[in-house]
């Protein structure tokens, strides 16, 4: 999912670099309102989770591979501005593994991690409103927003295509395309969201930032927004 | 019993830095769901060539490392560690700011 340099020209590039510019300071505003000291660790390590399993290209159909995004699995984990930042991170350190254009970055964060973020925390909350306060229908919620967040920045690149793409190709041809391999590849995405989202909950339920009512607090209480919210 | 904090995160940094070591080597190579719509739709050659290529771990290999898997696992490794450091350096500044942001008013003038 990584745009190279050039498949968006660059004046759509520079535009969406200043729009991510401004979603990332939003969420360094945000996450600065609630993050502590002592959640800083979780909040790296959520990084350099993702960091490593976007490395895992799993086949998806004859010649074509997907990875995960990780800005579902980052929101739910330590909330949505701070996944954010966790994906853009892990979107920086790629720069240095020549993955992921330059002039390409701002496009990658909207795209990866601001529009993954959003749009599978927004569904993820709508989802655990209507189902049980389980663990595993978190992890299922988690795993449905994170599957569906895949197919919206699949749109959002089409999106961009529109706007900016350098191609010759016609729009519809390319978010058909785009929309059907990435609903296959957001398949991939939710299962392997659901089970690390389980797997966090079943050790320590307290980290998980959307596990509020699933979590029973045992020392401090809950400390995220998302928890106090829920109390 | 449940896991104290650090030992979680330990536990945590050791499994994301094993994928990267032990499983990214034998991931498929095939081009994602991005690169294959831009070769089908014909625009992949508009793709230029990154302004890093000739960084050291250009393409997830360490410069010098011929062996192709080994040298992915390395990278990998490389790059989970980098990760997690920047990742705590910049959530380490925001905790901060909070921290400092946080105090009663008049205390600090």
């Known amino acids: ?231 | 019993m449940r896991p104290g904090t650090k030992l979680f995160i330990g536990a945590g940094l050791m499994l994301a830095l094993a994928l990267a070591l032990f499983v990214s080597p034998f991931a498929s190579s095939s081009p994602d769901g991005l690169n294959k719509v831009a070769i089908e739709k014909g625009f992949d050659d508009t793709a230029e060539d990154h302004a890093l290529d000739g960084s050291p771990l250009a393409g997830y290999a360490v410069r010098g490392i011929t062996d192709e898997r080994i040298s992915k696992a390395l990278s990998g490794l490389i790059g989970v560690l980098m990760t997690f450091g920047v990742g705590l350096l910049i959530f380490g500044v925001v905790a901060r700011r909070r921290e400092k942001e946080g105090q009663p008013l008049g205390e600090s003038t």
């Open chain 1, 1 to 231: 999912m990584h745009i190279p340099d050039g498949f968006i020209n660059a004046g759509t590039s520079l535009g969406a670099g200043a729009a991510s510019a401004a979603g990332i300071g939003v969420a360094l505003r945000r996450t600065g309102d609630w993050l502590e000291d002592r959640q800083v660790p979780m909040a790296g390590l959520v990084a350099a989770f993702i960091f490593a399993v976007q490395m895992l290209n799993f086949p998806v159909a004859l010649g074509t591979s997907g990875h995960l995004l990780g800005g579902a699995l980052a929101a739910v984990l330590v909330g949505p501005w701070a996944g954010m930042i966790c994906v853009s991170v892990v979107l920086l350190v790629q720069a240095l593994f020549a993955d992921g254009g330059l002039t390409a970055l701002g496009l990658n964060v909207l795209n990866m991690g601001i529009v993954t973020s959003l749009v599978g925390y927004g569904t993820f909350v709508a989802l655990r409103k209507v189902l049980p306060a389980s663990k595993p229908a978190v992890s299922a919620a988690a795993g449905v927003a994170a599957a569906l967040s895949v197919v919206i920045s699949s749109v959002a690149f089409a999106a961009e295509y529109a706007i900016g793409g350098t191609g010759t190709a016609p729009v519809g041809a390319v978010a058909a395309a785009m929309v059907g391999v990435h609903a296959i590849i957001g398949i991939g995405e939710g299962l392997i969201t659901a089970a690390t989202v389980g797997m966090v909950l079943s050790v320590r339920p307290d980290l998980v930032y959307g596990g509020w009512g699933v979590a029973a607090p045992l020392d401090a209480g809950p400390a995220t927004p998302a928890a106090q919210e829920a109390k």
